[in-house]
């Protein structure tokens, strides 16, 4: 084969494979050993970047697509061979900072596969050299993002990856444990930084996305809100409350709640704030997060019940939480906590009417419990069972609606 000649072969093969065949079984099998093989060439990596690099109508999502696993399946198994130099290293990392900044089409035109594979890719080069052979990663990247929404998104993404995979992942990892130590040390000593890009991206996307809302331009601006909701929601579980307070996730969260377009992510990113540990002294953020979510839960507007049901249960999966863990701390002799107790019971008895009996059981248990939390409390009861009184009335009446 000429080097033009096996490329033609190669991105024949790949079409071939991806389309499904048409010929015999035999046919098939050549073209997928052929993919497969192909990996195995030293220059494999030059040909996969001339198609990541060259503009052309051959190079179609899933020819791309090949090219991403060629670079990774070089990256996996050349990485730590002697023949792979500190020179080599240097160059696959300037080539993939090449590659987030151009290699990928617009935020809306890219395919979610070619994406997430980029990013892969990226991240599999991180967990091998951040922050140790790479000191200025994140700077590159903060300014890499810095390009516009599609740039943003997979930097974002890539945040998101090595989180996930490196302090998450505790029993899928693939990263050794020593480097994931090394790795979750860098992460919380750049915390303050990150949280700052973070609330950077958040606030320019939903500024973007409001000031362009109804027109087709605000779609890229809600596909980063969304990616950066998701992202964020892998660095609540785990860093000190000073990142949550400074990142103002809850706020956040709570007034997107009613925007149809990124509301799924925000009640995630809210499950995840409701889950995590918040001891004594985070009681401010408990009494914000209680607050925020009343507030927005008295102003979402209605929705078709039928529409809104995976929305509305996992609202009312965050409700149920936060009023188990959170609700029974308040106190009926601090100012505005009484009114905030009767205003989120309100916001259970609404959340009760809704017809599917799955969502209702998230809540029925909660009731309960703030009930008999209210009979109980030993430092004020009867102050709590004044504060829940005026309610009695609706209780019944919700309760004989629903069981």
Not at 288 to 298: M, R
Request: proline share 5%.
């Amino acid at each position: 084969h000429t080097v033009e000649g096996l490329y033609r072969s190669l991105i024949g093969a790949v079409e071939y494979v991806n389309s499904g065949g048409g010929g015999s079984a035999e046919e098939f099998g050549a073209a997928q050993e052929f993919c497969v093989s192909f990996w195995d060439r030293g220059d494999a990596a030059d040909y996969a970047r001339y198609i990541l690099n060259t503009p052309a109508e051959e190079h179609t999502d899933p020819v791309r697509h090949y090219a991403l696993q060629t670079l990774e399946h070089t990256l996996k198994r050349q990485w730590n061979l002697p023949s792979f130099g500190d020179d080599a290293k240097a160059a696959f990392k300037a080539s993939l900072m090449e590659l987030l900044a151009t290699g990928t089409r617009g935020i809306l035109d890219e395919a979610a596969y070619v994406k997430q594979k980029v990013v892969v890719v990226a991240s599999e080069a991180v967990k091998r050299e951040w922050p140790q052979r790479w000191g200025t990663l994140l700077d590159d990247l903060f300014a890499l993002a810095q390009s516009g929404p599609a740039q943003s998104e997979l930097v974002v993404m890539l945040l998101h990856d090595v989180c996930e995979d490196c302090v998450l992942s505790e029993f899928n990892s693939t990263v050794p444990v020593a480097r994931r130590n090394e790795i979750l040390q860098a992460l919380n000593s750049c915390l303050d930084d990150i949280c700052g890009f973070f609330v950077s991206i958040l606030e320019q996307s939903y500024k973007a996305y409001r000031e362009l809302a109804g027109t087709a331009e605000a779609a890229p601006h809600v596909a980063l809100l969304n990616a950066t909701l998701a992202a964020v929601g892998a660095f609540v579980p785990w860093p000190p409350v000073d990142f949550l307070r400074n990142l103002q996730c809850v706020a956040m969260a709570t007034s997107l709640l009613a925007d149809e377009a990124v509301r799924m992510n925000a009640v995630d990113l809210l499950l995840l704030v409701a889950d995590r540990k918040l001891g004594p002294e985070a009681r401010d953020l408990r009494l914000d997060l209680v607050a925020s979510l009343v507030g927005a839960c008295e102003t979402l507007p209605e929705g078709d019940p039928a529409e809104d049901y995976t929305f509305h249960k996992r609202l009312c999966r965050v409700v149920a939480l936060v009023g188990n863990k959170f609700l029974l701390t308040l106190r009926a002799d601090a100012p505005g906590e009484a009114d905030l107790m009767l205003r989120f019971v309100r916001v259970v008895l609404n959340l009760l009417q809704h017809p599917s009996p799955m969502i209702t059981s998230f809540l029925l248990g909660l009731l309960a419990v703030l009930l008999e939390g209210a009979q109980e409390d030993p430092s004020c009861p009867m102050k709590r069972i004044a504060v829940l009184a005026p309610l009695a009335a609706d209780v019944c009446r919700v309760l004989r609606q629903t069981l």
